[in-house]
């Protein structure tokens, strides 16, 4: 069974900084995706990044970075000038990749993420 | 294009009592799941849909709870009895079905919280 976990319950940092949040999972599988989701204030969960466990480049989208470590299993969130409305909760998450198309994600715990002025 | 809805997004109920939950996905998604995030823990699977059949409920906590798309479009989850330790947000997702990856949607969740 696969499992993922996210040392950090809460973290802030103020705006225009950069803040690192942590995931390490543990999967005995080779192929597999890893996620970030933001979940913002009373609102819905959005996908902030994807990365290919067969992929050895990291995966950037905009101001969000990954660092992908596969060996150590490790799986981090870097968040470049920071905004206000970054403030959310981020979740790590894992899937396997199978060539059905579906597959159930696992999440860790979540990291409550503040950004103040 | 609407996003995944769910109904209602709180739901105050006592113990015994039943509660219904309603996901309505995107328009033209097969796949819909469920999860639930129980307070301070992370967000589990519950069970996925393809179309009006379940292809995984190995989340499923109990025979309380019953999970049904009647001609794979809305889901509901229904909690009868409902107990304590069933309180928390649940999640709906749904995603296309073809090719290898797709990704999930999510509504924003209904918090029920049992007294």
């Known amino acids: 069974a696969q499992t993922v976990t996210q040392s950090q319950p809460e973290m802030s940092v103020q705006e225009a900084e950069t803040v690192t949040l942590s995931c390490t999972y543990d999967?005995?599988?080779?192929?597999?995706?890893l996620f970030w989701y933001k979940q913002p204030p009373s609102r819905q969960m959005i996908l902030v990044i994807r990365?290919?466990?067969?992929?050895?480049q990291n995966a950037t989208e905009n101001r969000f970075s990954v660092n992908f470590q596969k060996a150590a299993k490790s799986f981090s969130l870097k968040i470049s000038d920071s905004q206000l409305g970054d403030t959310a909760m981020y979740f790590c998450?894992?899937?396997?990749?199978?060539?059905?198309?579906?597959?159930?994600?696992?999440f860790g715990t979540g990291t409550r993420l503040l950004v103040s002025p | 294009e609407a996003g995944v809805t769910q109904f209602p997004s709180h739901s105050v109920i006592e113990k015994g009592q039943t509660v219904t939950l309603r996901c309505d996905p995107i328009?033209?998604?097969?796949?819909l799941y469920w999860y639930r995030r129980v307070m301070g823990k992370e967000i589990k699977f519950l069970l996925h849909?393809?179309?009006?059949?379940?292809?995984?409920e190995s989340g499923m906590p109990n025979n309380r709870f019953l999970a049904e798309r009647t001609g794979g479009t809305y889901s509901t989850l229904k909690v009868q009895p409902a107990e304590l330790e069933d309180s928390g947000v649940y999640f709906c997702?749904?995603?296309?079905?073809?090719?290898?990856?797709?990704?999930?949607?999510f509504g924003p969740g209904t918090r029920l919280t049992v007294l």
């Open positions: 997702a749904s995603s296309r079905l073809a090719g290898v990856y797709n990704e999930q949607f």
């Open positions: 999967t005995s599988e080779s192929n597999y995706y």
């Open positions: 990365q290919e466990a067969y992929k050895q």
């Open positions: 998450a894992f899937m396997k990749r199978l060539n059905t198309g579906f597959q159930k994600l696992v």
């Open positions: 328009s033209g998604h097969d796949n």
């Open positions: 849909f393809v179309k009006e059949s379940k292809q995984d």
